[in-house]
């Protein structure tokens, strides 16, 4: 960054001596009798001055070029860790964060997208452009009280006028562009989430409405722009009036002067250039600062995902990993017995509903559990517990006698493989949604069809036309397809705990049994929690926990 606003100031001083140098040019070819009147020695001099100031514009232009090169590579490398920033923040929250953000992930795209670019603008290109205007503002002034300080006063006299104005105008637009930003999210958000599930807008006939509610959405921050470009151009108008007639003002001034001998041509010259290098620069800086205000305006959302706190259970720092491996809280350790002590939990989002009150069991090493009841029971609460997405409110979880707030989070979640009622599977291939399980970079193809293998689900892969490099958004696949795919990635981590969250609901009754023997035969030396409806799908248990209401209670049978 040094680099860019280094050459920022070599070419700021290039186009500071411009007009000086152009005075001198004038006066050598206006008071010498001219170029071609001149004796030889005095046009060799004036040559060589020539050449000089050509060699000067190549540096200045150097210059320029270095200045534009290194705000590039800045302005890209600001906005990559913004972005890498955002991500690492936004992933190690506290899963409350995400139970409480509506639209968390297209919010965070949004500002990936375009508030990240807007950000990196401002520190790089408009802060230059920023420097570059006070540079010619105050640098040119100091010039024009060099040349004539009468003709210096009859310039700057517009300039806390304008100072005024572009204060006041950049706080109301810095207001508008908020509010403008804050309307277009909102209706692109909304959109958004229309088109993600399209399926039941049209089953509902809403299409001609989700287009006319958008359509009014645009029509309000149209009105919104429609404000934002009247302030613009009133103040354009109005600063591009002043200067004009500033300019008007000082060649009176100057003829006259000029007249009385008080003034060169070349220093009327100078003088005029000067006066627009101050003039733009004035301009620059109304016009930079209202837009910067705008900008950081927009880039709030940034600067909000940025400061959000994490909770301290999903952060695991150094020191407290390297305490924990000293603990022996390694893979091995983490299958077994896993119990639950008097856990009481309620979701951040309603702390006065309770989930879970007082609920106590044990799940043996290398035995299956599984837990029953109505819907809103707490069973899936009792997943995530276990896999420490949340904190319980009192009680403890612990893993071999090892209380799960004194775990390392990371290594805890990567000995439990885990199946979801609806298997979440990636835009990539087959392969790369198995990899996704493994916390080893290297895995082999090899061990990838052995998981495959293990979940029954090598030999449909091998149908398909590409086989494990098939992409999944190009893939028809069934239902008990893509779950056995998922259990594929659960176990291929070699994960010493299964849970298998309603794994077979969605299932028809030919596709759950075959999931059903899948999953009885992955779950062979590994603990098991089955968290499940249908007696089809629990039957293999060693033990059942009856869930009771939303009470939490709970009674286990043999």
């Given at each position: 960054?040094?680099?860019?606003f280094?050459?920022?100031?070599?070419?700021?001083?290039?186009?500071?001596?411009?007009?000086r140098?152009?005075q001198?040019?004038?006066?050598?070819?206006?008071?010498?009798?001219?170029?071609?009147n001149?004796?030889?020695?005095?046009?060799?001099?004036?040559?060589?001055?020539?050449?000089?100031c050509?060699?000067?514009?190549?540096?200045g232009?150097?210059?320029?070029?270095?200045?534009?090169?290194?705000?590039?590579?800045?302005?890209?490398?600001?906005?990559?860790?913004?972005?890498?920033?955002?991500?690492k923040?936004?992933?190690?929250?506290d899963?409350?964060?995400?139970?409480?953000?509506?639209?968390?992930?297209?919010?965070?795209?949004?500002?990936?997208?375009?508030d990240?670019?807007?950000?990196?603008?401002?520190?790089?290109?408009?802060?230059?452009?920023?420097?570059?205007?006070?540079?010619?503002?105050?640098?040119?002034?100091c010039?024009?009280?060099?040349?004539s300080?009468?003709?210096?006063?009859?310039?700057?006299?517009?300039?806390?006028?304008?100072?005024?104005?572009?204060?006041?105008?950049?706080?109301?637009?810095?207001?508008?562009a908020?509010?403008l930003?804050s309307?277009?999210?909102?209706?692109?958000?909304?959109?958004?989430?229309?088109i993600a599930?399209?399926?039941?807008?049209?089953?509902?006939?809403?299409?001609?409405?989700?287009?006319?509610?958008?359509?009014k959405q645009?029509?309000?921050?149209?009105?919104?722009?429609?404000?934002?470009?009247?302030?613009?151009?009133?103040?354009?108008?109005?600063?591009?009036?002043?200067?004009?007639?500033?300019?008007?003002?000082?060649?009176?001034?100057?003829?006259?002067?000029l007249?009385?001998?008080?003034?060169?041509?070349?220093?009327?010259?100078?003088?005029?250039?000067?006066s627009?290098?101050?003039?733009?620069?004035?301009?620059?800086?109304?016009?930079v600062?209202?837009?910067?205000?705008?900008?950081?305006?927009?880039?709030d959302?940034?600067?909000?995902?940025?400061s959000?706190?994490t909770?301290?259970m999903?952060?695991?720092?150094?020191?407290?990993?390297?305490?924990?491996?000293?603990?022996?809280?390694?893979?091995?350790?983490?299958?077994?017995?896993?119990?639950?002590?008097?856990?009481?939990?309620?979701?951040?989002?309603?702390?006065?509903?309770?989930?879970?009150?007082?609920?106590?069991?044990?799940?043996?090493k290398?035995?299956v559990?599984?837990?029953?009841?109505?819907?809103?029971?707490?069973?899936?609460?009792?997943?995530?517990?276990m896999?420490?997405?949340?904190?319980?409110?009192?009680?403890?979880?612990?893993?071999?006698?090892?209380?799960?707030e004194?775990?390392?989070?990371?290594?805890?979640?990567?000995?439990?493989?885990?199946?979801?009622?609806?298997?979440?599977?990636?835009?990539?291939?087959?392969?790369?949604n198995?990899?996704?399980?493994?916390?080893?970079?290297?895995?082999?193809?090899?061990?990838?069809?052995?998981?495959?293998?293990?979940?029954?689900?090598h030999?449909?892969?091998?149908?398909?036309?590409?086989?494990?490099?098939?992409?999944?958004?190009?893939?028809?696949?069934?239902?008990?397809?893509?779950?056995?795919?998922?259990?594929?990635?659960?176990v291929?981590?070699?994960?010493s705990i299964?849970i298998?969250?309603?794994?077979?609901?969605?299932?028809?009754p030919?596709?759950?049994?075959?999931?059903?023997?899948?999953l009885?035969?992955v779950?062979?030396?590994?603990?098991?929690?089955v968290?499940?409806?249908?007696?089809?799908?629990?039957?293999?248990?060693?033990t059942?926990?009856?869930m009771?209401?939303?009470?939490?209670?709970?009674?286990?049978?043999?």
């Amino acid at each position: 960054m040094w680099l860019a606003f280094t050459a920022l100031a070599g070419s700021s001083f290039t186009n500071l001596c411009v007009p000086r140098i152009l005075q001198e040019v004038v006066d050598r070819a206006t008071l010498g009798g001219g170029v071609l009147n001149s004796r030889t020695a005095r046009r060799i001099e004036f040559h060589t001055f020539l050449t000089g100031c050509v060699g000067f514009f190549v540096c200045g232009a150097a210059a320029s070029f270095f200045r534009v090169y290194f705000l590039n590579i800045a302005k890209m490398t600001i906005a990559n860790r913004l972005r890498q920033r955002i991500v690492k923040n936004v992933i190690s929250k506290d899963m409350s964060y995400f139970d409480t953000e509506k639209n968390a992930s297209a919010e965070t795209i949004i500002h990936l997208a375009s508030d990240v670019e807007t950000l990196a603008e401002v520190v790089t290109d408009k802060s230059a452009k920023f420097l570059r205007g006070l540079n010619s503002t105050i640098g040119g002034t100091c010039m024009l009280l060099y040349i004539s300080p009468k003709l210096t006063l009859a310039t700057v006299a517009v300039i806390p006028f304008v100072g005024a104005v572009a204060m006041l105008f950049s706080r109301k637009a810095k207001r508008l562009a908020k509010k403008l930003k804050s309307d277009v999210n909102k209706a692109n958000t909304r959109i958004q989430e229309r088109i993600a599930n399209i399926k039941t807008v049209r089953l509902a006939g809403r299409e001609s409405y989700e287009i006319e509610s958008y359509g009014k959405q645009m029509e309000a921050t149209m009105a919104q722009m429609r404000q934002n470009a009247v302030a613009d151009g009133t103040f354009m108008g109005g600063l591009a009036f002043a200067i004009n007639a500033s300019a008007l003002g000082v060649l009176y001034m100057g003829g006259n002067l000029l007249r009385t001998g008080e003034l060169t041509a070349g220093s009327l010259t100078s003088f005029a250039f000067y006066s627009a290098l101050v003039g733009a620069g004035s301009a620059n800086l109304a016009s930079v600062f209202s837009s910067m205000k705008q900008s950081l305006g927009m880039a709030d959302g940034v600067f909000r995902l940025l400061s959000l706190p994490t909770k301290k259970m999903d952060s695991v720092d150094e020191s407290d990993s390297k305490e924990m491996i000293s603990m022996g809280n390694s893979r091995s350790n983490i299958a077994g017995p896993i119990e639950f002590r008097n856990v009481s939990f309620s979701y951040p989002t309603s702390p006065d509903v309770p989930i879970l009150k007082d609920v106590s069991f044990t799940i043996k090493k290398g035995k299956v559990l599984a837990i029953i009841g109505t819907s809103g029971a707490g069973k899936s609460t009792i997943a995530m517990l276990m896999c420490g997405m949340y904190a319980a409110d009192s009680g403890a979880i612990l893993f071999n006698g090892t209380k799960i707030e004194s775990m390392n989070l990371e290594t805890l979640r990567s000995s439990i493989g885990i199946v979801d009622q609806e298997p979440t599977l990636f835009a990539m291939s087959i392969k790369e949604n198995i990899r996704y399980g493994a916390k080893d970079k290297d895995l082999s193809d090899k061990d990838i069809m052995k998981a495959a293998k293990e979940a029954n689900a090598h030999d449909f892969i091998c149908d398909l036309p590409n086989g494990y490099d098939t992409q999944i958004q190009t893939a028809t696949l069934s239902g008990g397809q893509k779950q056995r795919i998922a259990i594929a990635r659960a176990v291929v981590n070699n994960p010493s705990i299964l849970i298998l969250d309603e794994a077979t609901s969605a299932l028809d009754p030919a596709g759950e049994k075959v999931v059903v023997e899948t999953l009885e035969r992955v779950s062979q030396a590994r603990t098991v929690l089955v968290i499940a409806h249908r007696n089809s799908s629990y039957a293999w248990a060693d033990t059942i926990l009856q869930m009771k209401g939303q009470s939490g209670e709970g009674f286990t049978l043999s």
